[in-house]
């Protein structure tokens, strides 16, 4: 019995020990592989296939690269690019919260000639006033993310 407690507690010191050891690995591959993803999706965000474009910007914004927010504000700027385009650039610059890109959303909201494109900026706007605010419960990331997929996507294909 005690042949087989010294070996149960070797097996799990050892998993301990490499679990323990493999966390700190694992971040500096994880924060390398970080900065080749952002690369290519800024590399991404510069072809002309649609597909790849928007999805590009979508991502960006989901890992909130703050790398991103100029070439992000300027595909929000472009006006002849494709507007389901923009409108994704617009959602990414509010997810990653920087004041450059918060700040051209309150502008776009005044000013751009699209009506859609110039609300959907102001919900952004105001949806991070709310959360720098505190109103975070009040607040559910998930819905909005539905009002942009009810009122940008169903004219998608027209």
Do not use: H
């Not at 965000?45 to 890992?63: D, M, P």
């Not at 504000?73 to 690019?81: A, P, S, W």
């Amino acid at each position: 019995m005690k042949k087989f407690t010294i070996t149960a507690f070797i097996v799990f010191s050892f998993f301990m020990f490499n679990s323990i050891f493999a966390g700190n690995n694992s971040s500096k591959v994880a924060e390398e592989k970080y900065d080749l993803i952002v690369d290519n999706y800024l590399a991404g965000i510069e072809s002309n296939n649609f597909g790849l474009k928007t999805s590009s910007v979508y991502y960006l914004g989901e890992l909130k690269s703050s790398e991103s927010v100029i070439p992000l504000l300027k595909i929000l700027r472009n006006d002849d690019e494709d507007i389901r385009t923009r409108i994704t650039a617009a959602l990414a610059l509010y997810k990653i919260g920087d004041g450059r890109g918060i700040y051209r959303l309150k502008t776009m909201s005044k000013f751009e000639d699209n009506q859609r494109l110039a609300n959907l900026s102001e919900k952004f706007y105001y949806s991070y006033l709310l959360k720098e605010m505190g109103y975070e419960e009040e607040l559910n990331e998930n819905s909005l993310e539905e009002y942009v997929q009810n009122t940008a996507l169903p004219n998608m294909f027209n």
